[in-house]
């Protein structure tokens, strides 16, 4: 009977040291999630909502399969509303180039849900403009955004990581632009 005991004994402290793993994991998850929410100088809004990740089907159709990558950065994104700024997302932006048009797009979707924040194209009419003097991040108008299907005018406003993204952003944005602007020549003639 002493056996029995012995043995039990370290069973119940693997079963605690298991407990304590878990207990330090979810603790790691929080802080993590916690990292990825960013604190928000710009204001909070309704925009942001907790979403579960969507398990999509391995054939699932993104519609970025016809196009190239040409820059892609995570980023944090907010949309102008009533005076207001509000939180449209997190996740990667990307430029996204056209096989066969050669029309350039801005893209994003937000990185647990895959949900698009942010679709339009680049416009040479289209200012980046400093947000208040910020390094890490560009305010900019787009006439007609796809991202709730419905073409919208919108103003957004994008903050990165640090100010060296940002830049990256501002240099193949404005080389996009051009490029966009000698295919509209081309079109045009």
Partial sequence: ??????????????????????????????????????DDEQGEG?????????????????????????????????????????ERGTGEVKFLKHKETNKIRLLMRRDKTLKICANHYLSPVMKLETNVGCDRSWVWNTPADFADEEPKKETFAIRFQNSENAKKFFDKFEESQKEMAALLETLNK
Avoid: C, H, Q, S
Wanted: hydrophobic share 25%; no cysteine; charged share 60%.
């Fill in 1 to 38: 009977m002493a056996d029995t005991d012995k043995t039990d004994v370290p069973a119940e402290e693997k079963k605690e040291e298991k407990k304590e793993e878990a207990k330090e994991e979810a603790k790691e998850e929080a802080k993590e999630e916690k990292a990825d929410g960013d």
């Fill in 46 to 86: 309704d925009d942001e909502e907790k979403e579960e990740k969507i398990n999509r089907p391995a054939n699932f159709k993104t519609f970025e399969e016809d196009e190239d990558v040409l820059f892609k950065m995570r980023a944090k994104l907010y949309r102008l509303d009533n005076g207001e700024w509000k």
